[in-house]
């Protein structure tokens, strides 16, 4: 039996001309950020420019293959493109090279190629693979949820050996996958109540926290309609707390490294770093700034030219678009980039397959974990953890991973009018 192709009319043709728009404005992003005048030639792959469109070239060259592939490819080969992708992980902690910090790459004759982009959707095509198995129940089955959090974690746990916190932190986002199959609400709350108090942790001295805990649940006892449940239920969310914010000001203090201490406290006000750590987000916020209302104009940014932003083609790829497009151009960007967002997220619900549906969402949630914290991070409302703006930054295994990414869902998709079996 020959493999179906999709129809043009059955393609998301918006997601794909949205693709191919960001990555058009990126790669005029990344030429304004390193431009040169000796190198003017935006095919020059001596240049950080010309290596971009090279990776675009490539990009665009798999995303079509993809788009040709049996969709079916993707849910049988799910669990080996994963195991793959752990394997890379592996490789990299025998045999990686270190690149400013991260030991996350391997280099093999001058390719050097980042296994923590692909395992992002080896990690999204396995944990659909799974969930939408027979007899599966993420909402139901322990079983289930233990063995959907482990595929999560495998990666996450190998990404963090290397030394590449940013790119751990995003698997974090596979918890809005795991909401949309059931995972309780009040789980999600927990964690956000969670998170208040570990940054709390962060600006207050742990001993008060505490005190403040036990003083609100003394409190909260005396206000409600106590039975031996809830004293016990209480008891336990204040020792579970005051654990969390002990473990917190001890790894603070005692696994994290100097400079990511320093962000932190710079990001949280602690310390002024204009020099050092808060460099970055200082001259970023100055070129976002200094672009006003309408923007400078291409290639007439002052920051870009005379390089006061590092890393301004990767992970500070926004500050070029405010300093030379304005908060004009900046806001179009959002409202697109958010339409885009919005487009994978009717898309997957669209899904008449859970396989299709799950991955979907697995994608929206990355994209949209990038977005909102490289973004913020550029602004100095997140803490600079290193991670790249999707389609934009500069970079060839994350550019080819986002779009590998994106184009297997787009291809998923392109079937939905054909699903008259289930995968099960």
Request: one cysteine or more; hydrophobic letters at 50%.
């Amino acid at each position: 039996m020959t493999p179906q192709q999709p129809k043009p009319s059955s393609i998301d043709w918006i997601t794909l001309l949205l693709y191919f728009l960001f990555i058009t404005i990126g790669l005029l992003s990344v030429y304004a950020s390193v431009y040169k005048e000796t190198n003017p030639h935006i095919w020059d792959t001596t240049q950080n420019y010309g290596k971009q469109l090279i990776w675009i070239g490539i990009s665009v060259f798999i995303g079509m293959l993809i788009l040709l592939i049996d969709e079916k490819f993707f849910f049988a080969f799910a669990y080996p493109i994963y195991g793959i992708t752990i394997f890379m992980l592996l490789l990299v902690l025998v045999a990686g090279t270190t690149v400013k910090g991260s030991s996350s790459w391997i280099e093999i004759g001058g390719f050097r190629m980042q296994p923590a982009e692909f395992a992002k959707f080896g990690t999204a095509l396995a944990i659909a693979k799974y969930l939408s198995g027979y007899n599966k129940d993420f909402a139901k089955k322990r079983l289930d949820q233990y063995i959907s959090i482990a595929i999560i974690l495998a990666p996450m746990v190998i990404i963090l050996l290397q030394n590449e916190t940013g790119s751990t932190l995003v698997f974090f986002s596979f918890v809005f996958v795991l909401y949309r199959e059931g995972l309780p609400g009040w789980i999600l709350f927990a964690g956000f109540m969670l998170a208040i108090l570990g940054v709390l942790a962060l600006l207050i001295k742990p001993l008060y926290i505490i005190i403040g805990l036990v003083v609100l649940a003394g409190i909260f006892l005396l206000l409600v309609r106590r039975t031996k449940a809830l004293i016990f239920l209480t008891i336990g969310v204040v020792v579970v707390s005051s654990f969390l914010v002990g473990s917190i000001d001890y790894a603070f203090q005692n696994i994290l490294q100097n400079h990511q201490r320093t962000r932190i406290n710079v990001l949280l006000g602690k310390e002024v770093d204009i020099k050092g750590a808060g460099y970055n987000v200082q001259q970023s916020k100055i070129a976002i700034g200094s672009g006003g209302f309408w923007g400078k104009g291409f290639l007439q940014g002052t920051q870009n030219k005379f390089r006061f932003v590092p890393e301004q083609s990767t992970d500070f790829i926004f500050c070029t678009i405010g300093e030379e497009y304005g908060f004009l151009g900046s806001s179009i960007f959002i409202i697109l980039y958010m339409v885009m967002l919005w487009r994978l997220l009717v898309m997957a619900e669209r899904q008449r397959q859970k396989f299709n549906r799950i991955y979907g969402y697995s994608v929206v949630s990355i994209l949209f974990f990038h977005f909102l914290i490289n973004v913020g991070m550029t602004l100095g409302l997140m803490p600079v953890i290193g991670i790249p703006l999707p389609f934009f930054s500069y970079g060839g295994s994350a550019l080819l991973s986002f779009t590998i990414l994106l184009f297997i869902f787009i291809r998923l998709d392109a079937n939905r009018v054909n699903e008259l079996k289930n995968f099960d």
